[in-house]
């Protein structure tokens, strides 16, 4: 764990603060497939740290401002689409 990091796991904090509706969608195989979300608290599953803002404002039991709770979820990018830019 690198400086000012610590384990999302055993932070000690209530993470049902950034359970958000609306935010995330399950990966669709067809466009028949039904709109679902992803239940529990928005959090990257590649993610292992939190770093000190956030769990100072997790530990107030408050969203963090850049937590992907905020509307900043995007979720994982699958590969055919890893190469497409904004424009």
């Known amino acids: 764990m690198g400086k000012g990091q610590w384990g999302i796991e055993n932070c ?3 993470l049902s603060v950034l359970t958000a509706d609306n935010i995330t969608r399950k990966e669709w195989l ?3 497939d039904p709109i679902q ?3 529990g608290p928005v959090i990257d599953e590649a993610c292992e ?3 000190y ?3 100072e404002s ?3 039991e408050k969203v963090p401002k ?3 709770a905020s509307s900043l979820w995007l979720g994982p990018v699958p590969d055919e689409l890893k190469g497409l830019t904004f424009a």
């Open 66 to 68: 850049h937590a992907l």
């Open 53 to 55: 803002t956030c769990l």
């Open 12 to 14: 000690g904090c209530d």
């Open 30 to 32: 067809s466009s028949k």
């Open 49 to 51: 740290n939190i770093c």
């Open 58 to 60: 997790l530990k107030k």
């Open 37 to 39: 979300e992803i239940s």
